[in-house]
């Protein structure tokens, strides 16, 4: 069983930079998927960026491409996302995710659905 772990989140104003981090415990040899995604409430979930952990590959979400970096770093066994030019919009519960690689046919690497394991999330605020 995978246990996730996030921590990082706080408030900061429009411009400014956060990093967010997921500890990443009880996964086995097994290839995954790692990402991150957010969620405003009243919406639904959407993914930020994701990488696959056996090479390092790295995917954003569109609209996010040049202010937020995913990272691993397997000897911490920890994912990061730096998240830099915050603006208010930014605003949301932030979800470390994993999921193995045999569940994603047919599915983005930023779809929700194929992950099968979440953190608690962390808050993160930006103010204007």
């Known amino acids: 069983q995978v246990h996730l772990v996030e921590s990082g989140g706080g408030s900061v104003q429009a411009g400014g930079s956060l990093r967010l981090s997921c500890a990443v415990s009880?996964?086995?040899?097994?290839?995954?998927?790692m990402a991150w995604f957010r969620q405003v409430l009243g919406k639904e979930r959407e993914g930020v960026a994701a990488i696959y952990t056996a090479d390092g590959t790295t995917y954003y979400a569109d609209s996010l491409t040049g202010r937020f970096t995913i990272s691993q770093d397997s000897a911490k066994n920890t994912l990061y996302l730096q998240m830099s030019s915050l603006k208010p919009e930014d605003t949301a519960s932030y979800y470390c995710a994993a999921g193995e690689w045999t569940r994603f046919q047919g599915f983005s690497v930023l779809s929700a659905r194929p992950y099968n394991y979440w953190g608690q999330g962390t808050q993160v605020t930006v103010s204007s």
């Open positions: 009880g996964a086995s040899s097994n290839v995954y998927y």
